[in-house]
């Protein structure tokens, strides 16, 4: 069996990451895993893991350069005897979903973020995410949302969780000499309670409404620690270091920029906020924060109804409600006994349901579904 998979890029991001995984668990089962995409720094890990890859400029968008990848994809196809090709973003899609045709090759896709439907043209450009032979959603929430906005079939859509490595994010694989002095870099006294909110610098993601439900629980001992870069956009950074002037609490505010290993972060914070003001299609913050051991306040919605367990991992709040966010803070700085509790179960529950290997095996599944039972004939 040879799998091809098709996506922008692998330079960084939670489609980068669960392509990656994929091609490793591929190899593992013994078949040949290739990914075309126009590179970036994954690739060197993604060699390294006995996959192959081929560089195309997927992440063009363009009709002319999408036509144009289709052919360079069905010469892939072709030459490599793909068994089945995987698309996991919509321009690569598109191209592969035209190579597919042309070469009668089973095509799947994985459906990882809403995509906003703004028209119908938006709406139409989207769809290459669920036009293959069986459509792999990262979520239930996400499977839904294919239902409801696509009309697809629930029969032709599976489910496979995003997960994370257990061994890699564990408390147990740190250093204490290193957080100690990570603690140290970032001015963190030894009393001081640390609330993490990891997340690139992008006003949906809530780091607003973090800052304004810190500024309620001043009377409690804490430091609170930003995790993630601006990219491009560094207005919002400096609006967000105002933000935190203006409500008194810059000394206590810690914006810690990306960060390529956040393992000691997770590890030296006691709590995890993830504040988004829309949904998460899954969010893997949440699951990566209690396989550290560490409780999660998540907004109620999208994917955290899934991954967290309210008031057994963590504590849902209500989605961009300040107050409610500083209540549940203000609880969880209350009983390091009741965060200790909460850790253990969050662990727990991580590993019996969001590990690495049960989202490839799902994704496999799929894989052996469509070669097993549904010829590249049908297409739609």
């Given at each position: 069996?040879?799998?091809l998979?098709?996506?922008?890029g692998?330079?960084q991001?939670?489609v980068?990451?669960g392509t990656?995984?994929m091609a490793a668990?591929t190899?593992?089962?013994g078949?040949?895993?290739?990914v075309?995409?126009n590179?970036g720094?994954?690739?060197e890990?993604l060699?390294?893991?006995?996959?192959?890859?081929?560089m195309?400029?997927?992440?063009r968008?363009d009709?002319?350069?999408?036509?144009?990848n289709a052919?360079k994809l069905?010469?892939?196809?072709?030459?490599?005897?793909?068994?089945?090709?995987?698309?996991?973003?919509r321009?690569?899609?598109?191209?592969a979903?035209?190579?597919c045709r042309?070469?009668?090759?089973p095509f799947?896709t994985?459906?990882h973020?809403?995509?906003?439907i703004?028209n119908r043209?938006?709406?139409?450009?989207?769809?290459s995410?669920v036009?293959g032979?069986?459509t792999?959603?990262i979520?239930?929430?996400i499977?839904?949302?294919?239902?409801?906005?696509?009309q697809?079939?629930e029969?032709?859509i599976?489910?496979?969780p995003?997960g994370c490595?257990?061994d890699?994010?564990?408390?147990?694989a740190?250093d204490q000499?290193?957080?100690?002095?990570?603690?140290?870099?970032l001015?963190?006294?030894s009393?001081?309670?640390?609330?993490?909110?990891p997340?690139?610098?992008?006003r949906?993601?809530?780091?607003?409404v973090?800052?304004q439900?810190?500024?309620?629980?001043v009377?409690?001992?804490w430091k609170?620690?930003l995790?993630?870069?601006p990219?491009?956009?560094?207005a919002?950074?400096?609006?967000?270091?105002?933000?935190?002037g203006?409500?008194?609490i810059?000394d206590?505010v810690?914006?810690?920029g990306?960060q390529?290993?956040i393992?000691?972060?997770?590890?030296i914070?006691?709590i995890i906020?993830?504040?988004?003001?829309e949904?998460?299609?899954?969010g893997r913050?949440a699951?990566e924060?209690?396989?550290?051991g560490?409780?999660?306040?998540?907004?109620?919605?999208?994917g955290a109804?899934?991954?967290?367990r309210?008031?057994v991992t963590g504590?849902?709040?209500?989605?961009g409600?300040?107050d409610?966010?500083?209540?549940?803070?203000?609880?969880?700085?209350?009983s390091?006994a009741?965060?200790?509790?909460m850790?253990?179960s969050?662990?727990q529950?991580?590993?019996?349901?969001?590990?690495?290997?049960?989202m490839?095996q799902a994704?496999?599944?799929?894989y052996?579904k469509?070669m097993g039972?549904?010829?590249?004939?049908?297409?739609?």
């Amino acid at each position: 069996m040879k799998i091809l998979q098709v996506t922008a890029g692998l330079d960084q991001g939670g489609v980068e990451r669960g392509t990656l995984e994929m091609a490793a668990y591929t190899v593992q089962q013994g078949a040949t895993s290739l990914v075309a995409s126009n590179g970036g720094r994954m690739v060197e890990d993604l060699i390294a893991s006995g996959a192959e890859h081929r560089m195309l400029p997927l992440e063009r968008r363009d009709p002319l350069a999408i036509f144009s990848n289709a052919l360079k994809l069905r010469t892939i196809i072709l030459q490599e005897k793909a068994s089945l090709v995987h698309a996991r973003s919509r321009a690569p899609a598109w191209a592969a979903l035209l190579a597919c045709r042309l070469t009668g090759t089973p095509f799947v896709t994985t459906f990882h973020g809403t995509h906003r439907i703004q028209n119908r043209l938006k709406r139409l450009y989207n769809s290459s995410m669920v036009r293959g032979i069986r459509t792999i959603a990262i979520s239930g929430f996400i499977k839904q949302h294919i239902i409801t906005n696509y009309q697809i079939p629930e029969s032709r859509i599976d489910v496979a969780p995003r997960g994370c490595n257990p061994d890699v994010f564990s408390p147990e694989a740190v250093d204490q000499d290193v957080l100690a002095e990570l603690r140290q870099s970032l001015g963190i006294g030894s009393t001081d309670v640390v609330i993490s909110l990891p997340g690139r610098l992008t006003r949906w993601k809530g780091q607003g409404v973090f800052l304004q439900a810190m500024q309620q629980v001043v009377d409690l001992p804490w430091k609170a620690v930003l995790i993630g870069g601006p990219g491009k956009k560094t207005a919002y950074l400096e609006e967000l270091k105002a933000q935190a002037g203006a409500l008194g609490i810059a000394d206590r505010v810690v914006f810690a920029g990306d960060q390529s290993d956040i393992v000691p972060y997770y590890a030296i914070s006691d709590i995890i906020v993830s504040a988004s003001t829309e949904p998460e299609a899954f969010g893997r913050v949440a699951v990566e924060a209690q396989a550290m051991g560490k409780p999660v306040i998540a907004s109620a919605h999208g994917g955290a109804l899934e991954t967290v367990r309210d008031g057994v991992t963590g504590w849902l709040f209500e989605s961009g409600n300040i107050d409610d966010l500083a209540n549940k803070i203000r609880h969880a700085l209350g009983s390091e006994a009741e965060r200790k509790r909460m850790g253990d179960s969050g662990r727990q529950w991580v590993m019996e349901h969001f590990t690495i290997e049960q989202m490839c095996q799902a994704e496999w599944e799929t894989y052996l579904k469509v070669m097993g039972s549904v010829s590249g004939s049908e297409i739609t």
